[in-house]
């Protein structure tokens, strides 16, 4: 079974830019997440999604971030415009369902650097 | 209250030692306490988790146990390999609910050979 795909790898932009990641989850899964891992902290969640509908986006600042689902398969997250303090590591995550009991398969994550 | 603390932030220890990883939570309500492993490069990946109703699981070498009175847990790994050297995250979540995981800071772990 093919794992959680992200797309690109590595980016570097400079400030002011916009950005896009993309996300194929494992087949099957409904729930998807995408989350912030600044280095040498832990995932923080930016939002979550029932098929196509974000279900907790209390963590995403709308006011440069912003995400879609579109037919509740793929996903693809934007930053418009990055600043400095984007830099970090963007992970997406699957699951069959939204409970903690439903385990959480991440993708290698997209390593962003702004400049 | 929904913060997960770990410690140590880094740990090294020969092969065949038992490197010992502590966390500590302060919400009552979380009852699901997970583990994940983290490689360079790769997303974090789930190692052993554990609830409330029991004090220690065991899957190979990789022990949790847990202190629900002291809101405490810790990670275990017997006869650690070179290959254990990785990132190791403890989290805390409900487990029946929709609720986020909250994830420590991590513990990056060396095992020499």
């Known amino acids: 079974e093919a794992g959680v795909v992200q797309s690109p790898r590595y980016k570097i932009i400079e400030k002011k830019q916009p950005v896009a990641f993309w996300c194929n989850p494992i087949?099957?899964?409904?729930?998807l997440y995408w989350y912030l891992q600044n280095l040498g902290q832990g995932p923080e969640l930016l939002i979550r999604?029932?098929?196509?509908?974000?279900?907790?986006d209390s963590q995403l600042p709308k006011d440069r971030f912003s995400a879609e689902r579109l037919k509740g398969v793929d996903s693809t997250l934007k930053i418009q415009p990055a600043e400095l303090g984007d830099s970090a590591v963007y992970l997406c995550?699957?699951?069959?369902?939204?409970?903690?009991?439903?385990?959480?398969?991440f993708g290698p994550g997209t390593r962003l650097t702004v400049l | 209250q929904q913060q997960v603390k770990q410690s140590p932030q880094s740990l090294i220890v020969q092969k065949g030692g038992i490197p010992i990883i502590n966390c500590a939570y302060e919400?009552?309500?979380?009852?699901?306490f997970p583990w994940y492993q983290q490689f360079p490069g790769k997303g974090p990946a789930l190692l052993i988790a554990?609830?409330?109703?029991?004090s220690e699981k065991k899957e190979g070498r990789f022990t949790i146990s847990f202190n629900k009175s002291a809101k405490q847990f810790s990670l275990h790994i017997m006869d650690s390999q070179p290959g254990d050297s990785a990132t190791y995250f403890c989290?805390?979540?409900?487990?029946?609910?929709?609720?986020?995981?909250?994830f420590g800071s991590g513990t990056r772990l060396s095992i020499r050979p």
């Open positions: 554990i609830r409330p109703d029991v």
């Open positions: 989290a805390a979540s409900r487990y029946s609910s929709a609720s986020k995981i909250i």
């Open positions: 999604y029932e098929n196509e509908e974000a279900v907790d």
């Open positions: 087949s099957g899964h409904n729930t």
């Open positions: 919400n009552t309500a979380f009852d699901y």
């Open positions: 995550a699957s699951s069959r369902g939204s409970g903690s009991y439903n385990e959480q398969f």
